[in-house]
């Protein structure tokens, strides 16, 4: 529809009486929307008003080839008819011979018009009768209606019923056209349809109960999402707090773990120093360096290791570790010598390592000598806590981190803490040798995830909103075919009446009758209507018959009196008298014929009128009011009457019976969907439920998994800690297989060492015995040189120079032998120390062999230890999978019923919903039969 402010200009105008503007903007409209067949139809109501008859004719006809709305085509049809029938009425005046001579007394004008019948078959009598002050057609679009009124009917008959032979002078009938009204742009909206009025009625009715219902559904099903997206919530702040509990537990097992290794090292490191107290200072530092080198890789975990004195001295420490402080702790040492048992440990409070900076702790164990068990010496060893999160981060991938009420960030994970992230916290069980008490781990929580709940949200939304926009659509098929069942035959009924009417009035008699079809009191009242039809058009022939007999017998009379004027005058006025009362009984004749056709035409008109009554009661039972009622009236539409009363009641007891049926089918499937919705409420619990379980038997089997990878991961360290033992205790034996080669060796050495020192023994006896005959020699020399001395002879002379050369001799010889006994004597000296020494390594060579025994017999009970741990965990990795296996089992079992159930609950929600539908479609059955007004 063109509303524009053009559009309302032209219908002002025309309104107001200015036609050539009107015609004008209505011509520019149609320039730019050639086929609208509403613009054509005021463009040819103006031109009529203007007079231009054939531009008019044009519109209308184009009117007819642009559209095939029925209501559009039956205006432009009415006008054209309209234009025809005033052109025809031009043409149907009788015209007689001009210049007429008639007897003395008797005038006739040749140019007066002969009224006859025929001349008022351009009269729109149908569009009279039927047509309201406010006509739109279904379309809304405005219609100019340019029809005759009954009043004015009325008055162009009762003009004609006056002197039947001659119209006075000048007089000239035509039909009253009144003036055409435009019609009001509220009226377009209406609907002048009945099934248009009952579809927009239960669409009305249906889509208003559907939005209320919708919403209602929307908002439980958004608060059923709602609830159990909260119950997964706790649910799994539950899980994380599980979590978080087990990584404290599981960073005390560590914890504990290292604080036994410190203790079990302890006890390793007493062994061997029951004279240790007697040795100097330099070979204890050797050997405590010595042992702690050992022991530094056997337990890699501590980053450093050192040995202190009670009084908290540094007494040794491995070259190659971070330097530990050259004084201990003094409380951590005051705690630690309360305990004075072997087996006692403290851990100190946690501390930031410069090499490399991060956090750790100390453990501080006593070492007691094994022979006076008393505390001999400190152990400290250095523990970083990044052991902790290497531990930690192998159980999840959530960061977390551990803190202490001074120390916000001990230990963070390799993944980075989200920012204004929830967090779960779980202290750190309690330990009885530490110096801390407030450890605790913070775990970020599972982030809420709301995508579900929105997609289920839009999911629901998008469900509900197409049942609501389908519901109406539904009803209106559901009405639009039950008002086209119970209404076409009506609306049909009325149309054809309304046809059969128009054709009366314009004198057009065709055989064309009402559809008969059926046996209900619709066909009774067709045939009926028939029946009148029939009688009307039989008494319109037989009026048409008699005015033409009128018109004859007249036209002969005109002939016999212009006969009688070519009579001379004297018989003419002889005969004056004769042809007087010839007339005057020709004139009673025509007034007795004229009588008779008046009394014709108010018979015609009556039966119009009952028949117009008839049809507007049968609008309103088109409407739907069942409490009409047709008056009975004498006539040939008495029986019309009795039938449509009949029918009327019998559609009553129909509708009445509807009713009830659909009460009783209401109430019906209103039960059943109570239980079926029972019965879908219940086995959606019983799906939720299993769903849960699933739920639980899935994170079960899950777990189970976890524990035999868990299990299975700790069998291959098992397996590699007993290679590792195996390893050491084969080093072990080849150690003490070269201790024992050295102490062999020691004790070869020894007795050379005490061979050579009986050898020197017995050189410095020969020696001796040297010296003795050297002196006895000199002393045998001196008496020489005496007794030579006593004969001055040549001969005593030589042999008191030999004397003398001997004595020399013995003195070197007794000189050379006391520089050989000193040499001796420096020998048995570095002799006995060397033995001194080889009895202290040979003491040392023992206490070595005994402390690898010790080792190789505590390697032994550590695989002893960890073939059964081997076994205990190979039991529970096979306990742990048959678990695992059975609660997959089990969990195929309960997706299978889960399955089952949630057929169930789609059966069941299905039946629910097909009966739902019945009950709107019976709801909406009530409505459209509620809408027939019935009698009390």
């Keep these: 529809m063109m509303v524009t402010a053009q559009y309302q200009e032209a219908l002002q105008a025309y309104a107001e009486g200015r036609y050539e503007e009107a015609m004008r903007q209505f011509s520019e409209l149609l320039y730019e929307d050639a ?27 184009q009117v007819l080839s ?36 008639l007897p003395q007394g008797i005038e006739f004008n040749l140019d007066d018009e002969v009224d006859i019948t025929e001349e008022h078959q351009g009269l729109d009598l149908a569009d009279a009768l039927f047509q309201t002050p406010d006509h739109t057609i279904a379309t809304g679009a405005p219609t100019p209606m340019v029809v005759s009124t009954a009043s004015a009917v009325r008055s162009a008959v009762s003009s004609s019923q006056g002197t039947a032979s001659v119209s006075p002078p000048g007089s000239s009938l035509a039909p009253a056209i009144e003036e055409p009204t435009p019609i009001a742009i ?86 061997g120093t029951e004279n240790l107290g007697r040795v100097p200072l330099a070979r204890q530092q050797a050997f405590w360096n010595q042992r702690l080198s050992l022991y530094r890789r056997v337990y890699p975990a501590f980053s450093a290791m050192a040995i202190y004195s009670i009084n908290g001295n540094l007494i040794a420490q491995r070259a190659t570790d971070p330097q530990l402080p050259s004084t201990m702790d003094d409380q951590l040492r005051r705690n630690l010598l309360k305990a004075e048992t072997p087996i006692v440990s403290i851990i100190s409070a946690p501390v930031v390592f410069k090499q490399p900076s991060t956090y750790g702790v100390f453990i501080a164990a006593l070492i007691q000598n094994p022979r006076t068990k008393r505390t001999s010496h400190l152990a400290v060893v250095r523990l970083p806590l990044s052991g902790i999160r290497e531990v930690l981060e192998r159980i999840t991938d959530v960061p977390f981190t551990m803190q202490t009420s001074t120390i916000p960030n001990l230990i963070a994970s390799s993944a980075e803490m989200p920012v204004n992230a929830v967090t779960v916290t779980a202290p750190l069980p309690f330990f009885t040798n530490a110096s801390f008490t407030d450890w605790q781990i913070s775990l970020v929580a599972t982030p809420e995830d709301n995508a579900p709940l929105h997609a289920a949200r ?36 009325t149309q054809q009446v309304r046809h059969s009417a128009q054709q009366l009035v314009y004198g057009k008699f065709s055989e064309e009758r009402l559809s008969e079809e059926g046996d209900d009191e619709i066909a009774q009242l067709a045939v009926n209507i028939n029946h009148l039809l029939d009688q009307v058009q039989s008494l319109a022939t037989q009026q048409q018959q008699e ?115 659909a009460a009783q089918v209401q109430q019906s499937l209103g039960q059943n969907e109570r239980a079926i919705t029972q019965l879908s409420g219940e086995a959606m619990r019983q799906a939720d439920e299993l769903v849960h379980t699933l739920n639980a038997t899935q994170m079960l089997a899950i777990s189970a998994q976890s524990v035999a990878n868990n299990s299975k991961h700790a069998t291959d360290i098992v397996h590699q800690a007993a290679a590792q033992a195996a390893t050491a205790g084969k080093s072990i034996e080849l150690s003490m297989q070269k201790v024992l080669n050295l102490r062999s060796t020691v004790t070869a050495t020894a007795k050379k060492v005490q061979r050579l020192s009986e050898a020197s023994q017995r050189v410095a006896r020969v020696m001796a015995m040297i010296n003795e005959i050297a002196v006895q020699t000199n002393f045998l020399a001196i008496n020489a040189s005496l007794e030579s001395a006593r004969t001055p002879d040549e001969q005593h002379r030589n042999l008191a120079r030999l004397s003398q050369e001997v004595g020399e001799l013995a003195k ?70 048959s678990q695992a296996t059975a609660s997959e089992c089990v969990a195929t079992l309960i997706q299978e019923i889960s399955q089952v159930s949630r057929r169930t609950v789609d059966s069941s929600t299905e039946v629910s919903r097909s009966l739902h539908a019945t009950v709107r479609s019976v709801e909406l059955l009530q409505r459209s039969v509620m809408r027939f007004k019935l009698a009390n």
């Design 35 to 61: 086929k609208n067949p509403k613009l054509h139809i005021w463009l040819g109501a103006t031109h009529r008003k203007l007079g231009r008859l054939d531009e008019a004719k044009e519109q209308y006809q």
């Design 66 to 101: 642009l559209t095939d709305d029925p209501d559009l085509i039956d205006l432009a049809k009415t006008s054209l008819a309209q234009i025809q029938s005033s052109n025809q009425f031009a043409t149907t005046t009788a015209v007689p011979p001009a210049n007429l001579s």
């Design 186 to 271: 509220e009226d377009l909206f209406r609907f002048s349809g009945l099934k248009p009025r009952i579809t927009a009625f239960v669409v009305a009715i249906a889509t208003v109960p559907a939005v209320f219902l919708g919403t209602a559904l929307y908002q439980s099903g958004n608060q059923a999402l709602t609830y159990e997206t909260r119950q997964n919530r706790q649910a799994q702040l539950v899980r994380d707090q599980q979590l978080a509990e087990s990584l404290a537990r599981t960073a005390h097992r560590h914890l504990q773990s290292k604080d036994s290794e410190a203790q079990s090292m302890t006890t390793l490191l007493s062994t």
């Design 458 to 493: 839009q999911v629901l939304l998008l469900i509900l909103a197409t049942g609501v926009a389908l519901t109406p659509l539904l009803a209106g098929l559901l009405a639009f075919s039950f008002a086209r069942g119970l209404a076409q035959r009506l609306l049909q009924l």
């Design 547 to 661: 005015q033409r007999k009128i018109q004859q017998q007249s036209q002969k009379l005109f002939k016999s009196l212009r006969t009688l004027a070519q009579v001379q005058d004297e018989n003419m006025r002889l005969v004056d008298e004769n042809i007087q009362l010839v007339v005057r009984k020709v004139e009673e004749r025509v007034q007795s014929k004229e009588v008779e056709a008046l009394k014709q035409r108010q018979e015609k008109e009556q039966l119009q009128n009952q028949l117009a009554h008839i049809f507007n009661e049968v609008k309103e039972l088109a409407n739907g009011d069942l409490t009409v009622t047709a008056t009975l009236q004498d006539g040939e539409v008495a029986n019309v009457s009795e039938f449509f009363n009949r029918m009327v009641d019998g559609l009553q007891q129909i509708v009445s019976q509807v009713k009830s049926s």
């Design 812 to 881: 070197r010889s007794s000189n050379a032998t006391q520089e050989v006994e000193a040499l001796l004597h420096h020998i048995q000296t570095d002799t006995a120390e060397v033995m001194a020494v080889m009895a202290a390594g040979e003491q040392e060579v023992m206490e070595g062999t005994k402390l690898v025994e010790s080792a190789q017999q505590s390697l032994g009970q550590i695989m002893e230890v960890t073939q059964q741990i081997d076994t205990l965990i190979a039991t529970i990795q096979d306990a742990t999978m």
